[in-house]
């Protein structure tokens, strides 16, 4: 009888702290030095010079170096609520300004279709390149895509 209440308690406490929240592991665009931490067991959609694309059942994360030449840190913020807006992203919060140690970045949040996705502009610190991210998930409250967007780093 002990055992079964050990195992019901056991069982409870997993289910309310969570267990089910993904785990973190490292991904990396070769192409660009790109590092960051990504949903454990991805899969890697795309590893090129065009870009890098994994996915998960929950999670689709694409990551692009930014096309055109000299795109400013002030402009970054209307340049991706016009690509979110011509991609018909629907509902978008309001633009967030971030710092990383080697990006300045930009995020919004949005409805993409029935799923919800967050894009993002980083641009390296050292002005040499930007990359854009878009991160689309299910789970409108999920903090983890967050988590993951600041997580990028450039491999040394």
């Known amino acids: 009888m002990k055992t079964i209440a050990v195992a019901f308690l056991l069982i409870i406490t997993l289910a309310i702290s969570g267990v089910s929240?993904?785990?973190?592991?490292?991904a990396a665009w070769q192409a660009y030095g790109i590092a960051f931490q990504a949903p454990a067991g991805y899969t890697v959609e795309d590893d090129s010079e065009e870009g890098y694309i994994i996915s998960?059942?929950?999670?689709?994360i694409t990551v692009q170096l930014l096309d055109?030449?000299?795109?400013?840190?002030?402009?970054?913020?209307?340049?991706?609520?016009?690509?979110?807006?011509?991609?018909?992203?629907?509902?978008?919060?309001?633009?967030?300004d971030f710092e990383l140690p080697q990006f300045y970045g930009v995020f919004l949040?949005?409805?993409?279709?029935?799923?919800q996705?967050?894009?993002?502009?980083?641009?390296?610190?050292?002005?040499?390149?930007?990359?854009?991210?878009?991160?689309?998930?299910?789970?409108?409250a999920d903090p983890l895509?967050?988590?993951?967007?600041?997580?990028f780093t450039l491999e040394e």
């Open 21 to 26: 929240a993904e785990s973190l592991q490292p």
């Open 56 to 60: 998960t059942p929950t999670y689709f």
């Open 68 to 96: 055109g030449e000299g795109i400013q840190r002030s402009e970054i913020a209307q340049e991706l609520k016009n690509v979110a807006t011509d991609d018909e992203v629907t509902q978008q919060s309001p633009t967030v």
């Open 109 to 115: 949040r949005g409805n993409c279709e029935s799923d």
């Open 117 to 140: 996705c967050l894009y993002s502009y980083l641009l390296t610190k050292e002005d040499t390149s930007g990359f854009y991210v878009s991160i689309v998930y299910t789970d409108p």
């Open 145 to 151: 895509p967050e988590t993951i967007l600041k997580s």
